[in-house]
């Protein structure tokens, strides 16, 4: 119902930079919340970043000052812009939309989740 795609993933050395985006489509009514997750190899997924509907924002403390998340509510899309990249930043980064969806006249909430874009730091 909902199909969330990410992109913009790639190699970079440390101090470079990358945008990711997410893509949202389907049949959407509005979306909560665009949250941007990472998975490196043997580690658990954690969270990044998330924005709100209302554009509130929050990151994990290893990114602070260097990501920065935003969203297009008209093209239901979010992004991450990646500065000063690290090694430790290496992982496969995952995009979750927290929707509400229109369903048989009705709206109800769902969560989709993208494949991953991976994203590789290293000299």
């Known amino acids: 119902q909902v199909q969330v795609v990410e992109s913009g993933g ?4 440390p101090g ?15 979306i909560e919340t665009f949250g941007w997750y990472r ?5 658990e997924r954690e969270l990044v970043a998330t924005m709100t509907r209302s554009l ?18 008209d093209k239901n899309t979010a992004y991450l812009q990646m500065n ?11 995009c979750n939309a927290d929707v509400w ?4 006249r009705d709206v109800r ?13 290293s000299s």
């Open 109 to 121: 909430r769902i969560e989709s989740w993208g494949h991953g874009t991976q994203v590789t730091v």
């Open 84 to 94: 000063n990249l690290k090694p430790e930043d290496t992982a496969v980064y995952y």
């Open 10 to 13: 790639g190699s970079e050395q």
């Open 56 to 73: 509130r924002t929050t990151y994990t403390d290893s990114v602070k000052g260097r990501f920065t998340i935003s969203r297009d509510i």
């Open 39 to 43: 998975q490196a190899p043997r580690k």
């Open 16 to 30: 470079g930079s990358l945008r990711l985006s997410c893509a949202a489509s389907g049949n959407i009514y509005t």
């Open 101 to 104: 969806i229109i369903e048989n």
